[in-house]
């Protein structure tokens, strides 16, 4: 079950593999040697693992560029003088530059991953042909069967696309690297389109989808759980046909994962992210993490935990990062009596008055070093996914039957009278509070996504493919003006606040030491930097 793990932190305690070296002990860009690449299975699969792990740096500042950007997180001290304080500011404030040092860190950590994916590709004979947008199958390096290929070859085209979906979906066109490259050769690469962009990455995930097993959930062999397979590309496939507005091609690959994987929902939330339970039916991919002084453990216990708790929350006490709105934890419905929304105390804590995210915590006994995997793809994400290809087909229709699924399995009752707004329900078939037009099934849907993957780097995203980014987040600034945003100073009042958010800041900057480095091309900036 933890196959994975037990290979990432043998890397790191046995000696001599030096496929492992190559990987974990990452060297900068400048010393990358373009000749080393790797000669057999064994050297190969280490070398994927390694990329498997290097899944975990960008997730140190993901938060901050997804749910610090919308309805869900804030920086907790209005007025706090703190360097990584300001810095969080500038994130949920929309008055990033291009010399945040968070944006740089985010960008350098994917393209060393990526730099490593393409050295596993490279010895297994992948190239990518940019002109006709089609994927070069040649001899391979490395000495292997055709099926070790063909599985090594999905496993890392999958970790290819799923880094390039997240970067062009945040900074627009960027630099495709399909093949490792040495510094002066890497000047001569400038931005490609959006187009072309998922254009490699569909072309990733088609022949991931291809190449990779499609055994059910329950024949899946415990040692394998954790790897990439097929119904983990097509669930990405399909999320990245949605961000392309191809309706149609995401639902057949929805409706194949929810009908033959044997994936599907546990029976609650707490299950999903339960420690003991990891990797579960509803899991098609995560980012994993090990405890035990490794270096491999997750951080977030500790970065999310509030400060000043001491270990009363977490030992070694928190840094209070990606502090819960009071928006997002009054949209969760946990009335004193009747049907609570049991996903609240999956998701927020409470320490005196503080909130903090809860979603990623356990025990540990070294301070960042959580025990808890970061789902990337649930079953959860898969059944929405399909209401909104599907689109709104009636009160008592397939899509609002999906939303329902879900609220179901977080304890909502079936609605017969009340007030259906302070109570969490079901949404009825017919009367006042039935979903009846796109509109309400549009903000429905939005909500569910919200309280279901809050904290897990979905809502920005969610929000920027349908068309509600300005309006939510305009609207959550409203709401907690008064109780926040007023306390800044230098006082800025809630119209200048609103008026920051604006279809050029959705994007990041391209680092400007991107930019300033390469004296050999003239590199965009994206719009509004």
């Not at 996504?449 to 809502?459: S, V």
Request: aromatic residues 12%.
């Amino acid at each position: 079950m933890k196959k994975i793990k037990y290979i990432l932190a043998g890397m790191i305690l046995v000696n001599g593999l030096t496929a492992c070296k190559k990987i974990i002990d990452l060297d900068p860009v400048s010393n990358e040697v373009v000749t080393n690449y790797y000669h057999n299975y064994y050297e190969v699969n280490n070398a994927l693992t390694g990329c498997y792990s290097g899944l975990q740096a960008p997730l140190v500042t993901e938060w901050m560029v997804t749910e610090l950007r919308t309805d869900n997180s804030k920086q907790a001290s209005p007025n706090s003088k703190s360097n990584a304080n300001i810095e969080l500011n500038a994130f949920n404030m929309y008055t990033q530059s291009s010399q945040h040092q968070q944006v740089y860190n985010y960008w350098i950590s994917v393209y060393r991953n990526i730099r490593s994916i393409n050295y596993v590709l490279k010895s297994l004979g992948v190239g990518y042909n940019s002109e006709s947008g089609q994927l070069v199958f040649g001899e391979a390096a490395a000495q292997m069967t055709d099926a070790e290929k063909d599985q090594l070859a999905g496993e890392a085209l999958f970790l290819r696309a799923y880094h390039y979906f997240n970067m062009v979906r945040l900074f627009g066109g960027v630099f495709l690297l399909t093949e490792p490259v040495i510094p002066s050769e890497a000047k001569q690469i400038n931005r490609s389109s959006v187009d072309d962009c998922y254009k490699l990455i569909v072309a990733d995930l088609l022949a991931a989808e291809e190449r990779l097993p499609s055994a059910k959930y329950d024949a899946i062999p415990s040692v394998d759980l954790g790897r990439v397979n097929a119904w983990s590309a097509k669930a990405l496939l399909a999320k990245v046909y949605l961000t392309r507005g191809s309706k149609g091609d995401a639902l057949p690959l929805l409706n194949d994962v929810i009908n033959n994987s044997g994936y599907g929902l546990e029976s609650s939330s707490s299950r999903v992210f339960s420690i003991s339970n990891e990797m579960n039916k509803e899991i098609l991919f995560a980012v994993r993490y090990k405890a035990g002084s490794l270096g491999l453990g997750n951080p977030m216990a500790n970065y999310f935990a509030p400060t000043g708790s001491g270990d009363a929350i977490v030992n070694g006490d928190g840094s209070g990062f990606n502090y819960p709105t009071t928006n997002l934890s009054n949209a969760y419905k946990t009335p004193a009596s009747g049907a609570s929304d049991s996903r609240k105390a999956v998701s927020i804590g409470t320490y005196g008055s503080k909130l903090y995210a809860k979603k990623f915590w356990s025990e540990v006994q070294v301070k960042f070093d959580a025990e808890n995997d970061f789902p990337v793809i649930r079953f959860a994400d898969v059944l929405l996914m399909k209401a909104e290809a599907t689109g709104f087909d009636g009160a008592s229709g397939t899509s609002v039957g999906i939303i329902n699924q879900i609220r179901a399995r977080a304890g909502a009752g079936v609605y017969t009278s009340g007030t259906f707004s302070t109570g969490f329900y079901q949404y009825p078939a017919s009367g006042t509070d039935a979903i009846t037009d796109e509109e309400k099934f549009l903000a429905a849907l939005l909500n569910e996504r919200r309280l279901e993957f809050a904290f897990e780097n979905q809502r920005f995203f969610d929000l920027v493919r349908m068309g509600q980014l300005i309006p939510v987040v305009q609207a959550y600034y409203s709401s907690e003006y008064s109780s926040h945003y007023k306390k800044y100073i230098p006082a800025i009042t809630l119209a200048e606040l609103q008026a920051n958010v604006i279809p050029e800041r959705f994007l990041l900057p391209i680092p400007q030491k991107e930019i300033d480095t390469n004296d050999q091309i003239h590199i965009e900036q994206n719009p509004g930097y």
